[in-house]
């Protein structure tokens, strides 16, 4: 099953040696669950298993993620 939209999302940063953020990543992805039907010695059985499937990675700055940040907190509000 293809994925329609997204509904994960995941962050990761890459750091300097100073601790220093450098890079972050918004990872999105579409999370479901995968069904399989197997035979086996008591009969057919519906299996289902959890799967993802990636949608998208945006590499950000420290800037652009801030910003990012701040459109998020003026679309809807700081509280």
């Known amino acids: ?26 990872d999105a992805s579409y999370k479901y669950m995968e069904s399989a039907i197997t035979v086996t010695s008591k009969g057919v059985e519906n299996i289902s298993t959890p799967s993802a499937e990636p949608v998208a990675s945006i590499v950000m700055n420290r800037q652009t993620a801030l910003s990012l940040r701040s459109l998020l907190n003026q679309t809807l509000g700081e509280g």
Do not use: A, C, D, H
């Open 1 to 26: 099953m293809k994925p329609e939209y997204v509904n994960t999302f995941g962050l990761r940063k890459v750091t300097s040696s100073e601790g220093e953020i450098l890079e972050v990543t918004l």
